[in-house]
């Protein structure tokens, strides 16, 4: 089934290409943090993971495709040291919220937006986790997920 992008089942066909993307920067987050920041990093994934599934299941229920991880991710910078990961891992976040904030925006149902709008809300507070953590201020954005 081909979906169009301004769709609801397009805006979830992305947020989990965004979700895979996530998955995989965090395995790079991991190598490179601090290790004091091992917990927050396994929370972390494990939150993307699940919501991977959850969107993998969603799409199946709608007939749809679900689009399948990449074999590898481009970085959007060179991550060689625990700053590096940290700003990463807020970048990640910030990259999930965006993607979740369209879902909202194109759900049809309040189901959808539910899902997303939690799925925007869970992003927005690790980003802030992560901001915080690189000394950022302020630690959260006005608008999560506003490109």
Known sequence: MTVSPDSETGAFAEALSVEHAAVFAYGVVGAFANPARAG???VDVAAHRARRDTVIDLLHQAGAEAPVAAAGYALPFPVTDPFGAAQLAAQVESDTAVAWRAVVEHSDSAD?????L?????AATR?????SALGTDPTTAAFPGQP
């Open 127 to 131: 980003e802030a986790l992560w901001r």
């Open 40 to 42: 927050q990093i396994a």
């Open 118 to 122: 939690e799925a925007l809300t869970d």
């Open 112 to 116: 959808s937006r539910r899902t997303a």
